[in-house]
């Protein structure tokens, strides 16, 4: 690895071993057919339905993606042998100025998806890619590279979103996403799929719009099926088609609020292993990942780091692999004896040095966690005529001690302008990070909790619930639970940061519009509301 890549993507030496593993492991279990490149079909429609997308970009390079299908939402319809593509970079949208070219090979074992690491690409450039199959010519992607290790860039500009139910809601807020000028990345932090299966009129406690294509999934082929049925909507093709995307997962691309080794619905360790196995594959699959990401199991290494130059190290985040099961059997309650656990982890040890590392040596002017669960306390209360405190345990706040860990840490190593990027919740927040909320001390960090593109259908402004959390959690500066994005531009001033929604998902067309706008100072840990 250059040093270029090895300032970019800080991946530990356990994981490149682990992606190298994982890559020796499928070669020798290849089956021989696979080995085997046949011409290419001709096809009957279009071998690109999926489209194209781009991730993890890097100074000099960045990874492009496909899949080839014929039947998307059955077999794939394609040939079980391994198909070459062709593909191709360009400066401009008609590849008349050519930057990189080249063939790559798509396999049956992979489900035909195809991933190229192009290298040889100029730093903070826009480039534009895609791929041709036979006559076949995919949609043509843009994405763009990162800046210099040491360039010291004007601005970054990216957006954060996830969890999309399918069922509950229409994905416009991807479209919107598509059209935002100039992103240098979105982050996924999350729920790109949902596991459930097929409702009929309601998905949940909300109105189906529309409907899952199986009963829940929990086979590979059902998981490949599933991300397909959300990747052939139009909207958030069309936002993977307009920028490069840092992906991560929550609990949904498994099953709900897993942990570790532990199932959310008391599946058995063994069971869920199998279950984690397909659903890993299945997510790698569909994503634009690296090769060191390939799954091993139902083990992945989806924690890393990106740096923006000198104006920022993004630290993307597995806040479900390593973590210990949720405490007091999960949900949202008292607090139990459990909580106190001074020995939990939401990270898991090696994750939580690598990421103490990281910042430790931060020289960035802003350190983003892009992660999936809300830090910042929130106690909710409302339980009993007492009005006692009452917290979620899927959150941090079932992990006191691993919060204050971090947060300590950040502090004692005066980590520069922490700022921690979140979803899960299906509503927006936005607050500050103290390392003991009980006693009065500075803050060390900003939260932005982005709200779901439209998981939980339309939803509201606010309500009793979310008024009394903001009653009860002075540090919390905001609350909205319409769905959207959050829209985040940083200078080596300031950062400011959108929380954008749309009025409704349950219908086509829906406007976007600001519900609110935060400025966060270089310095000093503290939301400034402008608008």
């Known amino acids: 690895m250059d040093s270029v ?61 496909t899949q080839l299908s014929q039947d998307p939402l059955g077999d794939g319809g394609m040939p079980p042998a ?45 480039y534009h890619y895609r791929f041709i199959a036979g006559g076949a010519a995919s949609p043509v992607g843009r994405t763009r590279t990162a800046p210099a290790p040491n360039a010291r860039p004007a601005r970054m500009r990216f957006v954060s979103a996830g969890c999309q139910h399918y069922e509950q809601g229409l994905f416009t807020a991807w479209r919107h996403v598509a059209g935002e000028p100039d992103l240098d990345f979105v982050f996924h932090y999350g729920d790109y799929i949902y596991e459930r299966g097929a409702s009929v009129g ?24 599933r991300y397909a049925l959300y990747q052939l909507d139009p909207d958030l093709r069309a936002a993977h088609h307009a920028h490069p995307f840092l992906m991560s997962f929550d609990d949904h691309e498994v099953e709900n609020n897993w942990a570790s080794v532990t199932s959310g ?16 594959q299945a997510w790698y699959e569909a994503m634009p990942l690296r090769p060191s990401q390939v799954p091993q199991g139902p083990d992945i290494l989806a924690h890393r780091g990106f740096q923006w130059g000198t104006l920022a190290s993004v630290s993307v985040l597995d806040t ?48 983003i966690l892009a992660q999936q669960v809300m830090m910042m ?29 971090l947060l300590n840490h950040v502090r004692q190593a005066r980590v520069p302008n922490l700022t921690v990027l979140t979803g899960d919740i299906h509503t927006a927040w936005a607050g500050t990070l103290r390392p003991d909320y009980d006693r009065d001390g500075p803050a060390v960090g900003v939260e932005f909790v982005s709200t779901s593109m439209s998981s939980a259908g339309d939803g509201r402004e606010i309500w009793a619930g979310p008024q009394r959390a903001l009653d009860r959690n002075p540090h919390i500066a905001f609350f909205n639970g319409r769905r959207g994005y959050t829209l985040i531009e940083a200078d080596e001033r300031r950062m400011e940061t959108r929380f954008r929604a749309v009025p ?27 608008g």
């Open 5 to 65: 890549a090895r300032h970019i993507l800080d991946l530990s030496r356990r994981g490149l071993l682990r992606g190298a593993t994982a890559m020796a492991a499928l070669a020798a279990t290849r089956p021989v057919f696979a080995q085997r490149v046949v011409p290419m079909p001709v096809f009957q429609s279009d071998p690109f339905p999926l489209g194209v997308a781009s991730g993890d970009p890097w100074p000099d390079g960045v990874v492009i993606w």
């Open 82 to 126: 391994a198909l070459e593509l062709r593909w191709e970079v360009a400066e401009d949208e008609g590849f008349t100025r050519i930057a990189a070219r080249g063939a790559a090979l798509a396999k049956p074992e992979l489900n035909h998806s195809l991933r190229v690491e192009v290298t040889g690409l100029r730093p903070s450039a826009t």
């Open 202 to 225: 309601r998905s949940g406690n909300f109105p189906a719009i529309r409907s899952h294509n199986s009963p829940e999934v929990r086979t590979l082929e059902a998981y490949r099926r």
């Open 265 to 280: 619905r008391g599946t058995p360790p063994e069971q869920l292993a199998l279950r984690k196995a397909a659903a890993f």
């Open 320 to 367: 479900r692999s390593f973590r210990d099961d949720q405490p007091c059997g999960d949900g949202v309650k008292p607090a139990c004896d459990e909580v106190l656990n001074p020995a939990a982890h939401v990270l898991g040890p090696a994750q939580e040095a690598w990421l103490f590392g990281r910042l430790a040596q931060a020289e960035a002017v802003w350190s």
């Open 377 to 405: 306390r929130r106690d909710v209360g409302g339980a009993d005529a007492e009005d006692h405190p009452r917290y979620d345990m899927d959150k941090w706040d079932a992990y006191p001690a691993a919060r204050a860990r």
């Open 504 to 530: 409704y998902v349950s219908r086509p067309g829906a406007p976007l519009e600001d519900r609110a706008r935060f400025m966060v100072e270089a310095g000093r840990a503290e939301l400034i509301r402008v």
